[in-house]
């Protein structure tokens, strides 16, 4: 595909359940970022990955949150039971590197509704 | 005092106009420069993104950064109704492998 797909588009669960997102980068892209953005907030970053190094996990809000990648492919975020707060839409983006000049490109997200 | 501080809007203007978005930010490490432009229910799309001082164009599109008074704008000229949508300023330091850090996004409006 020629950009950075996500899925499901859109989520709705119960508090307490847990859910999976999904994000495919763009092909070639070694770096693959999640952000978190909230009704009339900015974009939060949670974590990052780049090839087979350690991810940055420093944004990640709490313990309920992980993210896996497998090499330079396909990433997943899971929440464990879900509490209300986490209803958000959740961002996937990748760039050819981590370099500070790559600029990162977004696909169109993850609404996610906890009830 | 939030990083990157952005006016949320909303901006209504009629078609035509020049539209001045602008974001002030506090960390003088940020290094590079970017605005996003995000339509409802899509993710943000790059619309210019500059690593110095200074005036970037593209097309109806300019992007200005002043590190000395620590303050972006982006330029919209002969503004149109498909114009409408959140811009995002971004920016980010020059160590490699750092996440954006955003603004919150002002909500355009252009009426026909």
New interface residues.
Partial sequence: GAGVSQSPSNKVTEKGKDVELRCDPISGHTALYWYRQRLGQGLEFLIYFQGNSAPDKSGLPSDRFSAERTGESVSTLTIQRTQQEDSAVYLCASSLGIEAVQPQHFGDGTRLSIL | QKE?E?D?GPLSVPEGAIVSLNCTYSNSAF??F?W?RQYS??????LM?T?SSGNKEDGRFTAQVDKSSKYISLFIRDSQPSDSATY?C?M??????????????TTLSVSS
Avoid: D, H, S, W
């Avoid at chain 2, 980010?92 to 996004?105: D, S």
């Fill in positions: 990157v952005q949320p290094q590079y970017m996003y229910r899509k993710g943000p799309e790059l993104y690593y995002l971004a980010k330091v020059r160590q490699a492998g750092t996440a954006l850090i955003f603004g919150k996004g």
